[in-house]
């Protein structure tokens, strides 16, 4: 069964056109009108409608030309924005005659629904309009003129950049080939292609109408693009709220395309995602919850604030966040950074009161929500309860953040076996029971994630004073770097996150073997007192965490002494050994 089965079909019938549209949901709830783009139908929807469809009254259409509607007579000609405009309009009046929808589309579902959301004509039609891969061609044709006619080296670069990817819509302004190759060996090897370049699982579509909607669709091209782009509109400006979500690994469509929007939007949102194209059928939990989010936001007046250009609130605004050891120190500054952004954040520590004290403040930070769970993370059994009740609870998680850790010093021969376990245990075990439960899910739910796992420089800088803690944390950064390679292919990110000296609690926590009571209690107090002077704040470190999010880093050194002992172990080893035999003074 595909997932729009049992959804209601209507037909509406406009300009000689027969449209084919789907209902799934109340149709009393809010109408949310999703298009297509090309070469699909509107099955590219099916996941997002079905998640949609407990809260709205989800429509689904496929545009004139493709799946169950009919195709204009003659082609050319019949694929104009304002015949597509009239389908739209035929539309919204028979599903939803009496208050405006919020309207979705995807590639040239976007790129037409931009055209609905900013002439006269639709005014009052459309309440909100979310935007993926598919710019307005007029905002485009502006872009290119500002470049041309005010050129700088950096603008030249995006014009060429943009030109290279848009290679196909030059061959499909060429005559016949692009039908015979759709009718032909393109669309046999087109769900292989999908399948492989854009990890796009391909179960229920493509259709089978695909060779004629790719056929038909190259006059979306033809019909269009140069015309548009050689005299783009003047007044092309958006008569209701806009969320655009930008994918940032589009092969078709630069980020940079939509660098002057704000002119043309004045009530914009904007969202970003690691991912490529098709985020309809890759990223169907998050596409989701950001159209559920603002539409909901739009129906009850909220919209008006001012959009959140913050780079890390574009991409991590709604998303579900855990981290571990998040009632102090670093993990509370990661949490709180998180929260700035907009994120759901699971603040977990072994300290009950510290991870409540840290959500609360990280819901009055600005967190979209935030949780607080005691667990041990080096209790296996209580991390599954806790993996069991987070995923039950707030979901699989997006972005994993492995911070728990406990500092140890002393020399082998003062370490015990007892030392040697409980920094293990947490240190390393903490992590891989993390990644294991956590990571998992991520794997399962097969749409992309991020594990970071906080290491240290004492990662890759031996030191004689260290050898436990040491360990612990090269184990977790090797198990970082495997584990990337294993996820890569499923779009999960894995980082390792290596400090120097930063100021925070663990100089009080932590155990120096081989002394007295007395002895550990002074080595504690002269450690904290060094390290309040070399003063490194956790949240440059949170802030760290979050650009090896965003930018997938593998390996990242925070503190220029971190920064310095990992070029020294790389390209002087002989000196990074020297390094370890000096005994700290402590
Ligand atoms: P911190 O201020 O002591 O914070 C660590 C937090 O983790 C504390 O709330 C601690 O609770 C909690 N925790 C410890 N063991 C746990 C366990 N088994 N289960 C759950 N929570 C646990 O230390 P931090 O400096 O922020 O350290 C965070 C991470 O950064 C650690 O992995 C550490 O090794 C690493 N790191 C720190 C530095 C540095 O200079 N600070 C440098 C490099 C790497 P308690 O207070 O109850 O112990």
Partial sequence: MTALEGARERRVHTGGIDLCVLELGDPSAPTVVLVHGYPDSKEVWSEVATRLAGRFHVVLYDVRGHGRSTAPKPLRGGFTLAKLTDDFLAVVDAVSPDRPVHLVGHDWGSVQSWEFVTVGRTEGRVASFTSMSGPSLDHFGHWIDARVKRPTPRRVGQLLGQGAKSWYVYLLHTPVVPELAWRGPLGRSWPGILRRAEGLPTDD???????????????????????????PREDAYAHAPVQLITPLGDAFLSERLYDDLEHWVPRLTLRTLPDKHWIPRTRPDQVSAWIEEFVLA???????????????AQRFGGQLVLVTGAGSGIGRATAFAFAEAGARVVAVDRDGEAAARTAE?????????????????????????????????????DVLVNNAGIGLSGSFFTTTPEDWRRVLDVNLWGVIHGCRLFGARMAERGQ????????????????????AYSTSKAAVLMLSECLRAELADRRIGVSAVCPGFVNTNITSTARFTGVDEQEQRRRRQRSARLYGMRNYPPEKVASAILDAVERNRAVVPVTPEARGMRALSRLVPGMSRRLAKVEPKV
């Fill in 205 to 231: 579509y493509p259709t089978a109408s695909l060779r004629s909607d790719a056929a038909h669709g190259a006059w979306l091209y033809r019909d269009n693009v140069r015309p548009r782009l050689r005299r």
């Fill in 298 to 312: 739009v129906e009850s007046g909220q919209d008006a604030q001012p959009p959140r250009a913050d780079r890390h």
């Fill in 361 to 397: 403040l990280a819901r009055l930070t600005g967190a979209a929500d935030a949780w607080a769970e005691t667990a041990d993370v080096s209790d296996e059994q209580a991390m599954e309860k806790l993996a069991e009740k987070v995923h039950g609870a707030y979901g699989v998680v």
């Fill in 448 to 467: 992309g994630g991020h594990i970071v796992n906080v290491a240290s420089a004492a990662a890759y800088q031996p030191s004689r004073a260290l050898p």
